[in-house]
């Protein structure tokens, strides 16, 4: 059985997911992992590739969850995007977050080019 953090989590990512459809953006893969990190969601977005982290919280109490996103998990999300990008023709990429706060009715925030790595 997962443990609760881990169904939230994936019920997050699906929200996501469906939210950027939504506005035009097409799945590629969920969840590409290395051994440097974890993608949650590449997606294309016209011809750019987009790596999008999404950040969940149920409560803004200790901060947004946009806000939880460490120094260290963007060198992680870099080093997995460039993993990613070794087996791509050169296109244009960008990070996009999405966070997701509250329980009953989510607030989704898309923030897109959330950093700029390349």
């Known amino acids: ?11 997050a990512e699906r929200l996501a997911c469906r939210h950027l459809q939504a ?3 097409r799945l590629l893969e969920r969840n590409y992992r290395t051994k440097q990190g974890e993608i949650d969601l590449v997606m294309q977005d016209g011809n750019s590739l987009v790596f ?7 409560s803004d109490i200790f901060g947004s969850a946009a ?3 460490t ?3 963007r060198a992680k999300l870099i080093a997995a995007a460039n993993h990613y990008l070794l087996r791509q023709a050169d296109r244009p990429s960008r990070f996009d977050v999405v966070a997701i706060s509250g329980d009953q009715s989510p607030g989704i925030e898309w923030i897109r080019n959330a950093f700029d790595a390349f």
């Open 23 to 25: 506005e035009g953006l």
């Open 1 to 11: 059985m997962k443990a609760n953090h881990l169904i939230r989590g994936e019920q």
């Open 71 to 73: 120094a260290a998990k």
């Open 52 to 58: 999008v982290e999404v950040r969940y919280r149920k």
């Open 67 to 69: 806000e939880s996103i």
